[in-house]
C-alpha cells in the first residue's frame, strides 16, 4: 500500500451519498489521516436511496468492521465521528 506523504488532523466524508464511493472516501482519508486525527462521516442515517444496500450507513460500518481497532469511536447521530489511534 501506498503511504501519502501528506496527511491530515482531520477528514470529513460527505460526497457521494453511495456506498460504493462513501467506502473509497473513508478508505483514503483514512489513509491519509494522521494518528490521534479525526474522521467525520456525515447522513449515517441517509434514507434517500431505494435500494437499501447503496446507502452510505452500509459502507460505514463495513468501514468500521474493517478497521477495527485503529480506532475510537466519539461520537454517533447522523454523524459518524471516530478517532484514528496507532
Request: proline residues 5%; neutral net charge.
Amino acid at each position: 500500500m501506498h503511504v501519502p506523504s501528506t496527511s491530515f488532523d482531520l477528514v470529513y466524508v460527505d460526497g457521494s451519498h453511495h456506498a460504493e464511493d462513501v467506502m473509497v472516501d473513508a478508505s483514503e482519508g483514512f489513509a491519509r489521516l494522521a494518528n490521534g486525527g479525526i474522521i467525520i462521516f456525515d447522513d449515517y442515517l441517509w434514507d434517500r436511496p431505494t435500494d437499501p444496500s447503496a446507502k452510505p450507513a452500509v459502507a460505514i460500518n463495513r468501514f468500521l468492521r474493517m478497521r477495527r481497532g485503529s480506532y475510537r469511536i466519539l461520537s454517533v447521530t447522523t454523524q459518524v465521528v471516530l478517532k484514528k489511534i496507532a
